[in-house]
Structures are given as structure tokens and as C-alpha cells.
């Protein structure tokens, strides 16, 4: 069982910074794999970024690669979020999510309905 709780939402102009942060409680293992995804008003859910617990392994949407970076740190239990160059496109509720898996797979981390366990959202707000 794990609890998620996001923070470090806020507003800020385009083309500045926010670091997002996703504390993780209860049980986490060496197979898990962390996650952030988006939903802006009026549409889907997306993947942002993916990394696992173990090896550090990542990957990126199209969309933010280069701009964004996903991290984590052990010790204190928390995934982080580093996103620079913000555009007024990546304004959007983010949930961080997670789930145990028996491999890494690029294929699998971008798939929402593959995690079981989610925060329940911080807000970003980036102006134009």
C-alpha cells in the first residue's frame, strides 16, 4: 500500500520554473516506478514523465522533453518534478501515481490505467 500526496503547484509566467514534489508513505520497493501525468481543462489525461525506484531509469513525453526533469530521492520517499521553460500549454492539474512492476518497460510507464495508486493532484497555472 502506498499514499501519495503532491505539492509545489502554484502560478507563474511563461518560460519560468516550478518544482513539483510527490511524497510517497507506506510500502515502496525496489520494482516500483513512479509517476507524473496532466489533465488540462477539457481534456484527457496525459503521461508526463516516469522514473523507477531502483535504477533512476526515466522517460518523457514528447512534449516536455528537454524542459522538464524527473528525479527521486530514496531516502525521504519523494519523487520530484523540475520544470523549466513553462509554456501556457503545460497549465494543468498534475497527479503523481505509482505502481510495482515486474520489469521496466518504456511501453508500459506511459499508461495511466497501469497504476493503482494516486495522489490527488496540485494545480499549475502558467500565464502568457
Known amino acids: 500500500q502506498v499514499q501519495l500526496v503532491e505539492s509545489g503547484g502554484g502560478l507563474v509566467q511563461a518560460g519560468g520554473s516550478l518544482r513539483l514534489s510527490c511524497a510517497a508513505s507506506?510500502?515502496?520497493?525496489?520494482?516500483?516506478?513512479m509517476a507524473w501525468f496532466r489533465q488540462a481543462p477539457g481534456k484527457e489525461r496525459e503521461f508526463v514523465a516516469a522514473?523507477?525506484?531502483?535504477?533512476?531509469?526515466?522517460y518523457y513525453a514528447d512534449s516536455v522533453k528537454g524542459r522538464f526533469t524527473i528525479s527521486r530521492d530514496n531516502v525521504k520517499n519523494t519523487m520530484y518534478l523540475q520544470m523549466n521553460s513553462l509554456k501556457p500549454e503545460d497549465t494543468a492539474v498534475h497527479y503523481c501515481?505509482?505502481?510495482?512492476?515486474?520489469?521496466?518497460?518504456?511501453?508500459?510507464?506511459?499508461?495511466?490505467?497501469?497504476?493503482?495508486?494516486w495522489g490527488r493532484g496540485t494545480q499549475v497555472t502558467v500565464s502568457s
Open positions: 507506506g510500502r515502496t520497493s525496489s520494482r516500483t516506478v
Open positions: 501515481a505509482a505502481q510495482e512492476f515486474s520489469s521496466w518497460n518504456p511501453a508500459t510507464a506511459p499508461k495511466q490505467y497501469e497504476y493503482h495508486y
Open positions: 522514473i523507477s525506484w531502483s535504477a533512476g531509469s526515466t
